[in-house]
């Protein structure tokens, strides 16, 4: 059962920033200085979190208006 298409909208970029915080509060390789939102470095992790997600939710806008055409 999947979930619904306003839940993913809320999930995806929610458990994707998830991830980057807990790798950054887990992992002792992590670089200090990316944990700050005022780093360069912070930007520089979040930004392969973000093409994803965009894809994502680029596919599924697509999809939608694919499915909405044709019903």
Known sequence: ???SL???TVLVPFLSLAGL???ASVDENFPQD???TNSL???SLLLPVTIPV???FHLWTWMGIK???HN
């Open 1 to 3: 059962v999947l979930p």
């Open 54 to 56: 965009y894809v994502f």
């Open 41 to 43: 470095c912070f930007y």
């Open 67 to 69: 499915l909405f055409r």
């Open 6 to 8: 306003p839940t993913l």
């Open 34 to 36: 990316c944990t700050s």
């Open 21 to 23: 915080f807990y790798s």
